[in-house]
């Protein structure tokens, strides 16, 4: 569903080509095409209205009596050829062999000039031409380097995120950090941005699992939260394809040289913090960057700031927030869970699967691309976030458990089982908020006999412990099948470790101490 708003804004505000747009979205170049055309005829124009979401775009330009027509399945041009190399195969053989799999497929002239025009490809290697402000290619070093604990001498590599703009041969940000996980790896993007005072038109990663999350030769996944980056700054996402060093031979010959002037410099350097380290890259990505070209006049600085920096886009008023994205299901009592914590959503959402964007200070829920709820973050364990315009009207009318049903269904099993539940029910300020409970009670069936949970059951009523996880404790230590004390003992437990009431009786000694 957002694939619609993104292509539009690439079109028209990035001024991109539609094979660009296709990569970036995961798309084929001629559904970029459809989409633009249905677009102007609908006479949609950009800026988008704020009011018109994604659900309601997408109903403007393809109405449900709309019908879509699929393209023909291409031939898979490197079989044919080597198939071809076999003895008698001939392409008629295998244009019969596809249309026999593919009976809407290409007709055999078409097959034949497809292939003959792939054939005439191969083996050319195109040189890239990089307008000014066009690209900026980025990756991770090979190499690492090790940075040494002053407390304990313990070793941890740190590892080098490079970015270079393409037209400016090579001019080159360069940073450390402790790992290639996400949050680093957007930090990195943002401070390479601000060190070039400006955002290029697109970004080209390698296929690497934190930036694009299924890689593809043809159509890569981009990650939630990278293509979000790509979007505050205004630039677009176009990973480099699988296994085809060529689409990002600048950033490959910078972290080259980034290693040989860089790391390699500093090899005899101990470095005791991660905040040293960067210190002194930045010192020799300075003279790198300064440096006199041997076989024409400036350096890759004057070269940025004369080609690359003019073009670059103004970088935006706030940098980005990262922000997590994950997708949960809703839950029968209208919350989703993220962290062991539990957040409110509107009810009709129920079993719905929704998506989770996660700051550090708050929880937006989204649905088909549309947020629907938004909620401080919470960082302890188990709390709920509820608000009471997520709450049904009447529960009765739409959700499948009550609190009533519950309580019927723990009858079934004994008295004992009905009252915890009740219990569990009533000790929360909403009774939903204990449907998981209950559920995990449920559950307990599965594994044990009814009389089981029955006697586990009344001993956690004795021992007041009104919760699932008791219960299934009780069952899982065989205290259920112990006999119960009439009273809970009276006396206190008299033990050599324990002072007592007699010990504070000493002088100078206080309780309060």
Known sequence: MRNI??????????????????????????????????????????????????????????????KQQGNRPEPDMNHIHRELKRKGVTLTLLWQEYIAQHPDGLRYSQFCDRYHKWREKQGISMRQIHKAGEKMFVDWAGQTFPIVDPKTGAVRDAYLFVAVLGASDYYTYAEAFLTQDLPHWIAAHCHAFTFFGGVPEIVVPDNLKTGVTK??????????????????????????????????AKVENAVQVAERWILAALRNYTFFSLGEFNA????????????????????????????????????????????????????????????????????????QEVEIRITANVIEVFFKGKRVASHTRSYGKRQYRTDVHHLPPAHQKYLEWTPSRL????????????????????????????????????????????????????????????????LKSILENNL???????????????????????????????PEC
């Open 5 to 66: 708003r993104e292509i539009l804004r690439m079109k028209w505000d990035a001024k991109l080509s539609a094979r660009q747009i296709a990569k970036s979205c995961n798309i084929s170049h001629n559904t970029v095409t459809k989409i633009i055309r249905q677009a102007e005829a609908t006479g949609i124009t950009w800026p988008l209205p704020d009011n018109l979401d994604e659900a309601a775009l997408q109903s403007l330009l393809y109405p449900a009596n709309s």
């Open 215 to 248: 890689p593809c030769y043809y159509e890569p996944d981009i990650n939630p939260t990278y293509q979000e980056m790509a979007v505050h700054y205004g630039t677009v996402i176009i990973p480099a394809r699988v296994r085809k060093p060529k689409d990002k």
């Open 280 to 351: 002194a890259i930045a010192v020799k990505l300075d003279e790198l960057n300064n440096k006199p070209f041997q076989k024409m006049e400036g350096s890759r600085k004057i070269l940025f700031e004369t080609i690359d920096k003019p073009a670059l886009k103004p970088l935006p008023e706030q940098p980005y927030e990262f922000a997590l994205w994950k997708k949960a299901r809703v839950n029968i009592d209208y919350h989703i869970e993220f962290d062991s914590n539990y957040y409110s959503v509107p009810y009709q959402l129920i079993r």
């Open 407 to 470: 309580i019927q269904w723990a009858g079934t099993i004994g008295v004992h089982t009905a009252k915890l539940v009740r219990e569990m029910l009533n000790r929360k300020v909403l009774p939903e908020q204990a449907y998981r409970s209950c559920l995990g009670v449920m559950r307990l069936v599965k594994s044990y006999p009814p009389d089981r949970i029955e006697a586990a059951a009344k001993r956690a009523l004795f021992c007041r412990t009104f919760s699932y996880k008791s």
């Open 480 to 510: 259920d099948q112990a006999e119960l004390p009439e009273t809970f003992p009276e006396k206190s437990i008299n033990h050599e470790n324990i002072r007592g009431a007699a010990y504070y009786n000493i002088k100078g000694v206080h």
